[in-house]
């Protein structure tokens, strides 16, 4: 039963929909509106079942408005998930259903581009729906494709945590080993290099993972390596749940940063990464550079200087809940949590 499911956190609401038409099966789930509507992206994937399918959106949707509360956003949290395997491509007939699968919220959710959508989608999408974000704008505009903007709030948070557990204050010499070559983790990776940071890169795509490191001066391995790199810092830039029993075990790092969404597969993965002696940054506080941005576009609250200078942000956040943690003897995770659930009002 959906309330019995280990993952429902008192949704405000989970929406199920289904269009034989245009081949759209998808969940749209809702977890907060206290601060406003809910926003958060929508990805389109292959899911081994349903039941997958309806953890990803209620996990990325509690984590939704963890990370808009935390960064002072006035919007609540929701996500949004099309299953994408046995039903036929993402058409614009697909995506327009979508559309006008939001739009019958009426508001509620509003949503922008994740993992395999783009800002071209939103295009077609917003001709069904008004509720929607990160579509194309022009030069010095907030909005469009929020991965530049979540790479930059990577980056600042991966040199919060550099600074707080190693003591120091550039990259010059740090050894980062990067889990994920997309639009995000592409470009933590370039901004790592340019800063002086020594890469060992991996990614699905061997292939992309040659070439970044062909490019960037980096190492590459195979993605199931990249977990056992003996580094500085290892961040995660690919899908979920990537810190559990035996990954943590096998980690060779000082420290766990990157823009992954749900990276502790379970609550008591905070506490095993913490008895590691590694600090870990929540994902949900280094990763929101990209809904700062989507947000501002949607609000109309700014253009591209202000949502750069909200995203900088990100990294004294970080280093007061890394103080905090320190302080309390607490979990990263956990201090950031009690922070965010305050916030809404949980």
């Not at 002696?277 to 941005?293: E, M, Q, R, S």
Request: one cysteine or more; hydrophobic letters at 45%.
């Amino acid at each position: 039963m959906l309330f019995d499911a280990p993952d429902f956190d008192a949704h405000e609401g989970v929406h199920f929909f289904d269009d034989p038409a245009s081949g759209l099966k998808a969940i749209i789930a809702v977890h907060s509106t206290h601060r406003g509507p809910a926003a958060g992206g929508c990805r389109w994937w292959t899911y081994v079942d349903d039941e997958a399918a309806l953890t990803d959106a209620l996990r990325l949707s509690r984590g939704m408005s963890y990370k808009n509360a935390m960064a002072g956003l006035a919007v609540g949290g929701g996500k949004g998930v099309i299953l994408k395997a046995g039903y036929g491509p993402k058409s614009e007939a697909l995506l327009e259903a979508f559309g006008a699968a939001i739009d019958s919220l009426g508001g509620k959710y509003v949503t922008a581009e994740d993992v395999g959508m783009s800002d071209a989608d939103m295009t077609v999408i917003s001709r069904k729906t008004k509720f929607v974000s990160g579509l194309p704008v022009s030069g010095g505009a907030a909005g469009g494709n929020p991965g530049p903007s979540t790479a930059q709030g990577i980056f600042l948070g991966i040199r919060a945590a550099v600074r707080h557990k190693l003591g120091k204050s550039d990259f010059a010499g740090v050894h980062v080993a990067i889990q994920g070559l997309g639009s995000v983790g592409g470009g933590v990776a370039e901004r790592l290099a340019a800063a002086g940071a020594r890469l060992t890169v991996a990614d699905i795509d061997e292939a992309r993972a040659a070439r970044m490191a062909a490019s960037l001066g980096a190492t590459h391995v195979a993605v199931e390596d990249i977990t056992r790199v003996s580094a500085d810092v290892f961040s995660p830039n690919a899908l979920g749940a990537v810190l559990d029993a035996d990954t943590i075990a096998n980690l060779d790092v000082a420290i766990v940063a990157g823009a992954a969404n749900n990276q502790l597969a379970t609550p008591a993965d905070g506490a095993r990464v913490k008895a590691r002696g590694i600090l870990y940054a929540p994902d949900y506080v280094i990763n929101a550079g990209g809904i700062i941005n989507v947000v501002a576009e949607y609000l109309g609250d700014g253009d591209a200087d202000a949502v750069a200078s909200r995203i900088a942000e990100i990294e004294p956040r970080l280093a007061a809940i890394f103080a905090e943690a320190d302080a309390s003897g607490r979990t990263t995770d956990a201090v950031a949590d009690a922070m965010a659930r305050k916030l809404i009002g949980r």
